[in-house]
């Protein structure tokens, strides 16, 4: 009977400690049968945080086995567990002035230094930030890394990418600004792609895009991505690099002409070691394999922003306006 009444509790117990599985979400579209050797054939998509106001800047912490991601109206970056699923980690992420004011101004997108500090893009404070503390014990102190070009106030820094050598890319759209185009504060009169060199020398690589948003280095670092997330020029941009200037600026990928009943537009993105692009767009996050094709899509109803994978490439993390989801894609 004891032992009856002892396997009875275990199994409770186990039972009691399994977690219900994430709902799922939208569908995974292939257009390539490259697309298998990318994303398996019974991948999900999963929804593994929600309850956020806007979602973005997803980055992997493969020691603390951690997801961080920027809820950029509410001015925090947010960290999910396995274990614990979302809870705040750093507040505020973005704005650290004692004047109140309105627009996007938390933080947006994050990256890791060399080093393994943490990078932000911070849009109420209008520049590019170092997190001044620890990642395990994430405190709001910040060391500027840049927040003027030829002495002017950046827009709103949107998204931020650090190559092999430290150096930092980061593009500037208005989104950040209380009255985006048309804020009175508004410095610099175009929207720029930048570099800030070792030394802290701030290189404007292009000023050509009207709203220049996601960026990512493809491997062997020779060319930059950069997304435009205008709906008049929805597009993706392609450039060779060379030392600390752009050339060959050409379009990497057009969705002029998709359907505007799909949300979203070309935003943040990320290249895998084998060259296939996961790039947010309209309707979810258009995947491009190695050789520039469109092999699929994951498509989703609400926006997606940015997208990051985990240290063995093997999952890739969505922020998705509300939600964040997930993809196991091997």
């Known amino acids: 009977m004891k032992k009856l009444l002892l396997i009875l ?14 709902p799922t979400i939208g569908e995974i579209e292939r257009l390539d049968t490259s697309l298998d050797s990318i994303i398996s054939p019974n ?25 961080l991601f920027s809820d950029v109206p509410r001015d925090t970056i947010f960290k999910w567990t396995e274990e614990k699923g979302k809870e705040v980690y750093l507040t505020p992420s973005g704005y650290t002035d004692t004047v109140k004011r309105g627009g996007e101004i938390g933080s947006n997108g994050l990256t890791l230094d ?22 395990a014990n994430p405190s709001p102190k910040y060391a500027s890394i840049t927040n003027t070009y030829l002495g002017k106030k950046f827009n709103s820094p949107n998204d931020v990418i650090v190559n092999s050598k430290g150096e930092v890319f980061f593009t500037d759209p208005p989104y950040g600004l209380e009255k985006k185009m048309d804020d009175p504060k508004k410095e610099i009169p175009f929207q720029g792609v930048y570099k800030v060199k070792k030394n802290g020398e701030v290189i404007l690589l292009t000023d050509t895009l009207t709203r220049p948003n996601g960026i990512v280095l493809m491997p062997g670092e020779k060319t930059l991505l950069v997304a435009n997330s205008d ?27 998709y359907d505007k009943n799909l949300k979203g537009l ?28 469109l092999a699929g899509k994951i498509k989703v109803p609400e926006a997606t922003s940015n997208c990051a994978f985990s240290a063995d490439e093997k999952t890739l993390y969505i922020t998705n306006d509300m939600n964040v989801l997930r993809v196991k894609l091997r």
């Open 266 to 293: 070309p935003d943040g993105m990320k290249a895998d070691k084998a060259g296939n692009l996961f790039a947010t767009g309209p309707g979810g996050v258009w995947i491009f394999n190695k050789n520039g094709k």
């Open 43 to 67: 991948a999900k998509v999963e929804i593994i945080a929600d309850g956020l106001d806007w979602s973005e800047g997803p980055l992997w912490l493969e020691k603390e086995k951690m997801l």
């Open 114 to 135: 060399n080093e393994g500090n943490l990078i932000l893009c911070q849009c109420g404070n209008r520049q590019i930030a170092r997190m001044d503390a620890p990642l």
């Open 231 to 257: 709906p008049a020029k929805p597009n993706w941009y392609a450039f060779d690099i060379n030392n600390d200037s752009l050339s060959n600026g050409r379009i990497f990928y057009s969705c002029a002409g």
């Open 9 to 22: 509790l275990v199994a409770c117990v186990s039972a009691c400690q399994t977690k219900k599985p994430y």
